[in-house]
């Protein structure tokens, strides 16, 4: 997606009309999410009736008065207008996050091409690689509204951890995709600590009471014959030397 507009001039849609011109700033602003292509122009009363709708659907899915994050989505504007100021006119109807191309940008005629646009309105759906997911999802949205965009996210294989409905989001949990493998991790390696502890305990008790048995054996065996003992090793001290 990223390769289509690499060497374009991107324009938001807010007060000052802020222009993405730079690479990075475009691949931050495209990377990894889904794309909507709207062809339209101020000229079509089919385009001024859906753009509300429009508008309201982007909306819920992208500001946090609807949902807590936003939605891997990116709404571009391609203007067929007739002139700069029914463009104008008609990017007031549409939301501020959206983007669009300058009234003077020859690319937008390329685009209607490339895309084959014979009817108004149409909305190309793009995934993040710019292979076509929906040649014109208009029906979709009008039918759907924002659920379609779950089956884009799952169609266009994306993963996304940020964005959940307020509903889902209060039913889920914080943990992350990761968190059953990390469980799973960390589970086996205390599996490994436990049973290494086991055979320490078991080798340790092993020496011990093999210890403790022969002590307590050699003290049976000797018993109160310990002071003969003595008394024998005393008599051979003093066998050791003959008397003078």
């Not at 968190?179 to 502890?197: A, G, I, T």
């Amino acid at each position: 997606m990223v390769d289509l507009f690499v060497d374009r001039v991107l324009v938001k849609n807010n007060k000052d009309q802020d222009e993405l011109d730079t690479e990075r700033e475009i691949v931050m602003r495209l990377q990894n999410r889904i794309l909507m292509l709207f062809f339209a122009s101020g000229a079509c009363e089919s385009c001024k009736e859906f753009a509300p709708t429009l508008s309201d659907f982007f909306k819920r899915l992208t500001d946090e008065f609807y949902v807590d994050r936003s939605a891997q989505l990116v709404l571009l504007y391609i203007s067929l207008d007739e002139s700069e100021d029914q463009q104008e006119s008609f990017l007031k109807e549409l939301p501020k996050k959206c983007l669009f191309l300058a009234y003077e940008d020859p690319y937008r005629r390329c685009l209607e091409a490339m895309f084959n646009v014979e009817e108004l309105p149409t909305v190309v759906v793009l995934r993040p690689d710019c292979s076509i997911l929906i040649t014109n999802a208009v029906e979709e949205i009008l039918r759907l509204g924002p659920d379609c965009y779950r089956n884009w996210q799952e169609a266009a294989e994306i993963i996304d951890r940020n964005f959940m409905i307020s509903e889902d989001f209060e039913e889920k949990s914080g943990r992350s995709l990761s968190d059953p493998v990390r469980r799973l991790k960390y589970k086996v390696e205390d599996e490994e600590k436990k049973k290494k502890k086991k055979k320490k305990e078991k080798k340790g008790r092993g020496w011990g009471k093999g210890g403790d048995e022969e002590a307590d054996g050699k003290e049976e065996e000797g018993g109160g014959g310990g002071v003969m003992v003595m008394e024998a090793k005393n008599k051979k001290t003093r066998h050791a030397f003959p008397p003078i």
